[in-house]
């Protein structure tokens, strides 16, 4: 977000579209102050297109990326939940549905995600409605200010699925998420599930992020009252990462047996076929559960 105005130069846009706009760094902000004024609806729109077209263009690379780490460590049981409207996580799912793969809920929207409201079915955009044969709705991206979840009924079933899945968790993942101020509602929300009608005992958390570990365990706190936290700087340290599609097996085993697991993490390669079929080899024994 922070490098969204220069990368997509949309300085001059905001500044047309009011005076005084605050810090132009800060284009959620920026974004948020210039939504309020009516006379910036024009604006608002032009800003919009740009962003989603950008977005749209962007590519995985075909060699095995960490998205494609991240979703063949997880399993069917697993969700992911996303912020982002980029597509670069939707695409690693698609291209990894071979070996069972997490679903994912997109709690902004994404840009390759198409909506047909008669039938409340979502799909790739810009392709029709398997029921009616009607060219699905784009979903919108939700922007600063105008996060209103229930809204749209895309949006709505995102939020629903993520906050089950969150109730349900045993550990929760953060990567590179800063909970910024402009997200206090969705934190909120966050929050209320993570602690909504579960039975476990302890609040396990582990964090991706490059910042101090004293700030992350502060900005994250409030979900961890039990203090199992642990921040790393990169994927490769996390549970997922050190026992791919076995995570939770591996911190039961220490928890209630006292047992370490020992790591086995997925071979470091850019080969994407010998990934899926190392993360094949796993997923075999994990059939008919
Ligand atoms: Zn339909």
Redesign the pocket.
């Known amino acids: 977000m922070r490098d969204l105005v220069t990368t997509l130069d949309l300085g001059p846009l905001l500044l047309r579209g009011g005076e005084k706009l605050p810090d132009l760094d800060d284009f959620e902000a920026a974004f948020a102050a210039l939504s309020e004024r009516p006379e910036g609806a024009a604006v608002v729109r032009q800003i919009e297109d740009r962003i989603e077209r950008y977005f749209r263009g962007v590519q995985l690379p075909r060699t095995a990326t960490i998205y494609d780490f991240l979703v063949l460590s997880l399993r069917s049981k697993d969700v992911l939940v996303t912020f982002n409207w980029d597509p670069l996580l939707y695409d690693a799912l698609a291209r990894n549905r071979a070996v069972p793969v997490p679903r994912a809920f997109f709690l902004h929207g994404c840009v390759r995600i198409g909506y047909?409201?008669?039938?409340h079915?979502a799909g790739p955009q810009g392709e029709?409605?398997?029921?009616?044969?009607?060219r699905?709705a784009n979903v919108p991206l939700l922007y600063p200010g105008r996060k209103n979840y229930s809204a749209h009924a895309f949006i709505r079933g995102e939020w629903e699925g993520a906050k089950r899945a969150l109730a349900d968790a045993q550990t929760v993942t953060v990567f590179g998420y800063g909970a910024p101020a402009s997200d206090a509602d969705a934190v909120q929300l966050l929050q209320d599930s993570w602690f909504a009608r579960s039975r476990r005992e302890f609040e396990h958390m582990e964090v991706v992020d490059t910042a101090e570990g004293e700030v992350l365990e502060r900005r994250w706190r409030r979900f961890t009252p039990t203090r199992h936290f642990r921040a790393f700087a990169t994927f490769d340290q996390t549970s997922i990462a050190r026992w791919p599609r076995r995570s939770c097996e591996a911190q039961l085993a220490a928890m209630s047996r006292g047992v370490p697991a020992a790591n086995f993490p997925l071979f470091a390669t850019t080969d994407l076929l010998s990934l899926q079929a190392e993360a094949a080899g796993i997923a075999a024994h994990e059939a008919q559960r």
Request: proline fraction near 0%; charged fraction near 15%; hydrophobic fraction near 30%.
């Open positions: 047909c409201h008669e039938h079915a029709t409605c398997a029921i009616c044969g009607v699905r």
